[in-house]
C-alpha cells in the first residue's frame, strides 16, 4: 500500500458523552446505557480512544434543566453528569488523550473558571482544552438566579472579556500550570461566534453535513483567523461526523435503518421540538411545518431557528418528513454509512479537499461502534500515513502540533 | 453495627494538583485504612477540590474522598452537578465540606440548602432505561426545585441526577463552621461543640491513641482528624499508632461504611 509520510496528519477527536449520537442510539441491543454513569465505561472508552491515537476526548455541555414540566419528553431527557469530572476521571486511567470540557462563560465568573481549568490541566499533566461557549438554550437563565439570558451579541463580549481576565489569572498562577494555560476550543456558528473564534480558537469544533459545507466553513475561518494577524495553520477545523459501519455500505444502510427504526414519528418530532426548543406536542405531523408556530415561541433566536427551516418550510414539506429527515443527519453534522475502507477514503478526501483538520468522531451508539473505528478504521489511517501510530509528546498541545503558545490571545 | 472508630485526615498542599503525588498519596492513606481524605482547608485553596475529586475517584478504591468547597466562588448549580457525578463515578464514596471563607454570613448556609435541594429533585430509581418500550426515564420522578434563598435562587431541577448516597456526606470544620444543623461529620477542636452525627476529634500524630480509644468508648468523639503536613510520613505514623483501633467497614456506599446511611434522616 501507498504511503506518503508527507500528507497531511488527520486529527482525530472522540465526542463520547451520553449514550451515542443518535437518538435512538441507546437501545441498540449492544448498546450499554446504564454504564454511563459508571467508572467502567469511562475507563473503557477512554483507553479505547487512546488506542485509536485520538488527540482528545471531547465533552459537550448544557446547563439547562430537562425533564421538568413534562415538556422534555421521558426518551430524551438523559441526565448529563457534569463533564469535568468525567474527563479528569478519564486522565487518571489514560496517559496521552487530551480532555476538553465546554464550560460556559456566561455561567461562571472568570476567577471560578481559572481555578477549575487550571486544577483539571496539572492533575490532567497538561491534558486540558476549554471549549469555550456562551450557552444557548434561554431556560439556562433560571438555573442561575436571572429572568433572562443576555442576547448572544452580549455574550460574546462578555465571553472575551471573560477569557481576558481568565488568562491575566493564569499568567499570575503561583503553581505552574502544564500548559500556561488550557487549549482553547470554540463551537458556535454566527458572525458573532466566528469572529470570537478567530481572535481566541487554537481549534473549533462546528457541524459540515456536506464536503462544500466544511470548505465554506474552513475557508471562511481561515479568512477572519488571517484577518487578525494569526496563523490559520495554527488553528485545526473539527467538524463532527457520526458515522455507522459494517463491512459492505448495504450492510451499512441496512443497520443504520435498523437503529434509526426504533426512533418512532413522535420521538422524532420530540428530538426536533427539543433542538428548536419549542412545544411541537397537538401538532399534526402530515402537514407542513408551522413555521409562524415555532417562530412565534420558540426560546432560542428567531433568526437561528429561520435558518434551519425556512428552506424545507417553503419547499411544503410535513412536519413529520422533516422530523424523521432531522433525526437522519443529528444536528447538521455528517453521517457516514458504508465500510471501513469507504471511511478511511471519505475521511482523507475531506482533508486534502480543505474541508477540514480532522473529525470530532460522534459515534451513533455506543460503545461498540466506537470499537468498530478504532480497529477498522484507525489501521487503515495508519497505513496510509495519515493517522499517527504514537503520540508525540505528553500535552494536548503537542498532540495537536500546535506549536508554541501565542502570547497575545485574548489580550 | 457498632459505632465505627472514624480516621479523618485533610491537605491543602498544593501538591495535590500534580497526579504523581496526589495517586502516591492517597493510595497510601487508602492502605492505611483511612476513611476520609479531605482536600482543600479552610485557609489554603491553591487547587478547586471538585476537579481534584473527580480524577480521585478513577484514582482510588476504598477511601472517602472529600471536597472543600469555597460558598464565595462556587454556585449550587455547578456543585450538585459536579459532586453527582463524583459520587457516581466512586461508587458513593464521595463528601463535601462547605467552607464559609470570606463570603457574606448565611451564603454558605445558602449554598447547602440550594445543592440538597437541587439533588432532590430527583427521585432514586428515577431511570427506567428500557429498551424495548423505548423508556428512558420517569419524568413525574424529576421536579423543579425553586430554591430560593438569600444569595441564591435555583429553579432546577439540576441536569445531573441524585447522587447514589442521596446526598453525599456534608461534613463541617470547626475551623470554619458552617451552620448546618444536620451535618454527617464535623471536625472539632478540643472542647468545641458542633451539631452533627459523628464528631471527629482533630488532633496531631503525636497524640496518645490510648486516650484517644478512650474518649471513643466514652462516647465523646467519634474518632480522629489529622492535618497532615508531612503526608507521607503522618500517614504512615497515623496507621501506626491509630490503625489498630479502625475495624472492618461494611457497606457499598461510604454512608453506609460509617453508619450514616441518609434513611436515619427521614
Ligand atoms: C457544533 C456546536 C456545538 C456546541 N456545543 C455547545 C455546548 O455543548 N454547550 C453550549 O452551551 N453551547 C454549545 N454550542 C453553542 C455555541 O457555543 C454558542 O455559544 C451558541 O450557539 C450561540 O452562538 P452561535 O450562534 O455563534 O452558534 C455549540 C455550538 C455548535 C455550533
Not at chain 1, 443576555?150 to 499568567?171: C, D, F, H, I, M
Not at chain 1, 495553520?233 to 427504526?261: C, H, Q, Y
Not at chain 2, 489498630?244 to 461510604?254: H, I, Q, S
Request: hydrophobic share 45%.
Amino acid at each position: 500500500m501507498m504511503t506518503d509520510q508527507s500528507a497531511p496528519q488527520i486529527h482525530l477527536w472522540a465526542f463520547l458523552q451520553g449514550i451515542g449520537h443518535y437518538p435512538s442510539g441507546w437501545r441498540h441491543p449492544q448498546a450499554t446505557p446504564a454504564e454511563v454513569f459508571t467508572m467502567d465505561y469511562y475507563r473503557r472508552v477512554g483507553r479505547l480512544a487512546e488506542r485509536g491515537r485520538f488527540d482528545a476526548i471531547v465533552f459537550g455541555d448544557q446547563l439547562h434543566s430537562r425533564g421538568a414540566g413534562g415538556r422534555t419528553s421521558e426518551r430524551l431527557a438523559m441526565p448529563t453528569l457534569d463533564p469535568v469530572t468525567l474527563l479528569v476521571a478519564m486522565a487518571a486511567v489514560t496517559e496521552h488523550v487530551g480532555l476538553v470540557a465546554t464550560i460556559s462563560t456566561t455561567y461562571n465568573s472568570p476567577q471560578m473558571l481559572a481555578e477549575r481549568l487550571a486544577t483539571m490541566d496539572r492533575i490532567t499533566g497538561g491534558r486540558a482544552g476549554w471549549n469555550i461557549v456562551t450557552s444557548a438554550y434561554a431556560t439556562t437563565a433560571g438555573n442561575f438566579g436571572e429572568e433572562q439570558m443576555p442576547e448572544k451579541s452580549a455574550r460574546y463580549a462578555n465571553a472575551v472579556s471573560t477569557v481576558a481576565e481568565a488568562t491575566r489569572l493564569w499568567q499570575q498562577a503561583e503553581v505552574p500550570i502544564p500548559q500556561g494555560r488550557p487549549v482553547f476550543i470554540q463551537a458556535g456558528q454566527s458572525g458573532d461566534g466566528r469572529d470570537f473564534a478567530a481572535r481566541t480558537a487554537e481549534a473549533i469544533f462546528c457541524p459540515a453535513a456536506t464536503i462544500d459545507d466544511g470548505i465554506a466553513f474552513r475557508t471562511d475561518l481561515r479568512q477572519r483567523i488571517a484577518a487578525v494577524g494569526r496563523n490559520p495553520d495554527a488553528v485545526r477545523i473539527m467538524p463532527g461526523l457520526s458515522f455507522i459501519l459494517a463491512p459492505t455500505e448495504e450492510e451499512a444502510l441496512a443497520k443504520d435503518a435498523a437503529l434509526l427504526e426504533l426512533a418512532d414519528l413522535d420521538l422524532c418530532i420530540e428530538y426536533l421540538a427539543e433542538s428548536l426548543t419549542v412545544d411541537l406536542s397537538g401538532q399534526d405531523p402530515s402537514a407542513p411545518i408551522p413555521l409562524e408556530h415555532i417562530l412565534e415561541n420558540t426560546l432560542a433566536p428567531r433568526e437561528d431557528i429561520a435558518k434551519v427551516l425556512a428552506g424545507p418550510a417553503s419547499k411544503g414539506i410535513s412536519l413529520g418528513d422533516f422530523a424523521t429527515a432531522y433525526v437522519r443527519t443529528p444536528r447538521g453534522h455528517n453521517v457516514f454509512r458504508g465500510s471501513p475502507e469507504q471511511m478511511a477514503d471519505m475521511m482523507i478526501r475531506w482533508v486534502d479537499a480543505g474541508a477540514c483538520d480532522g473529525f470530532t468522531m460522534q459515534p451513533a451508539w455506543m460503545p461498540g461502534e466506537l470499537e468498530l473505528f478504532v480497529d477498522q478504521v484507525v489501521p487503515i489511517l495508519q497505513e496510509k500515513g495519515r493517522l499517527r501510530r504514537n503520540y508525540p509528546g505528553k500535552t494536548l498541545r503537542d498532540t495537536l502540533g500546535l506549536g508554541p503558545l501565542e502570547a497575545d490571545l485574548a489580550a | 453495627m457498632s459505632r465505627a472508630f472514624l480516621l479523618s485526615v485533610s491537605t491543602g498542599d498544593p501538591r495535590l494538583n500534580d497526579p504523581l503525588w496526589a495517586r502516591s498519596v492517597l493510595s497510601a492513606a487508602e492502605q492505611a485504612g483511612i476513611d476520609l481524605f479531605v482536600m482543600g482547608r479552610p485557609d489554603a485553596r491553591p487547587f478547586d477540590a471538585q476537579v481534584i475529586l473527580g480524577w480521585a475517584a478513577a484514582a482510588t478504591s476504598r477511601i472517602g474522598i472529600v471536597a472543600a468547597v469555597p460558598a464565595a466562588t462556587s454556585h449550587p448549580f455547578h456543585v450538585a452537578r459536579a459532586l453527582s457525578a463524583v459520587d457516581f463515578l466512586s461508587d458513593g464514596r464521595s463528601g463535601w465540606l462547605p467552607l464559609s471563607g470570606d463570603s457574606p454570613d448565611g451564603m454558605a448556609e445558602d449554598m447547602v440548602a440550594a445543592v440538597r435541594g437541587l439533588w432532590d429533585g430527583w427521585d432514586p430509581d428515577t431511570l427506567i432505561i428500557d429498551k424495548a418500550s423505548g423508556r428512558y426515564l420517569d419524568a413525574s420522578r424529576v421536579r423543579s426545585t425553586n430554591h430560593e434563598g438569600p444569595f441564591f435562587k435555583v429553579a432546577g431541577p439540576v441536569n445531573a441526577m441524585r447522587p447514589p448516597q442521596g446526598h453525599i456526606l456534608l461534613v463541617i470544620d470547626g475551623a470554619d463552621p458552617v451552620g448546618a444543623a444536620d451535618a454527617d461529620i464535623a471536625l472539632v477542636s478540643e472542647g468545641q461543640v458542633l451539631p452533627a452525627r459523628r464528631r471527629l476529634l482533630k488532633t496531631s500524630v503525636d497524640s496518645d491513641p490510648g486516650a484517644t480509644a478512650e474518649r471513643f468508648f466514652r462516647g465523646e468523639i467519634d474518632g480522629a482528624h489529622f492535618e497532615l503536613n508531612d503526608a507521607m510520613a503522618d500517614i504512615a505514623l497515623i496507621a501506626e499508632r491509630f490503625g489498630p483501633l479502625v475495624d472492618a467497614r461494611e457497606g457499598k456506599t461510604l454512608r453506609q461504611r460509617l453508619g450514616l446511611a441518609l434513611e436515619e434522616f427521614a
